[in-house]
């Protein structure tokens, strides 16, 4: 059967639950908390990311997040909770999935990032 990325977005959109701008504003800065950036580089480069956020590029992600990977990320730590956004939510709720495919329970997809801005979430430069 042939899969389609309405397909893959659907599903990761029920296996990983959205979160408001709101919510994550009240979770930024706790110590149990990651926002991760899924944007390419260039793209964080340009419009800055969270306050605080990991940026791993979608393509990379897997191989970040993987604590067998010679190039893990040692921030991703799978008894914190992950905020993941990039620029519309299609990315993010794409890395959510496959965090929790990988044994992150607490994934949770913040969408896009002009919404983070746009609510008056803190920026820093990429």
């Known amino acids: 059967m042939t899969v389609t990325v309405k397909d893959m977005l659907a599903a990761a959109n029920a296996a990983v639950p959205r979160i408001s ?32 956020a990991l940026a791993v590029s979608r393509g990379l992600l897997e191989f970040r997040a993987d604590p067998e990977s010679p190039a893990h990320e040692a921030a991703f730590d799978r008894a914190k909770t992950i905020l993941v956004y990039c620029a519309s939510g299609g990315r993010s709720a794409l890395a959510g999935k496959t965090l929790r495919d990988m044994g992150y329970s607490d994934v949770r997809n913040l969408g896009a990032f002009k919404d983070w801005v746009e609510a008056g979430g803190e920026v820093e430069p990429g």
Do not use: H
């Not at 994550?24 to 800055?48: H, N, Y």
């Open 21 to 52: 701008p709101s919510e994550a504003k009240a979770l930024s800065g706790e110590p149990q908390v990651i926002f991760l950036d899924v944007r390419d580089a260039a793209e964080v480069k340009t419009s800055g990311k969270a306050k605080g």
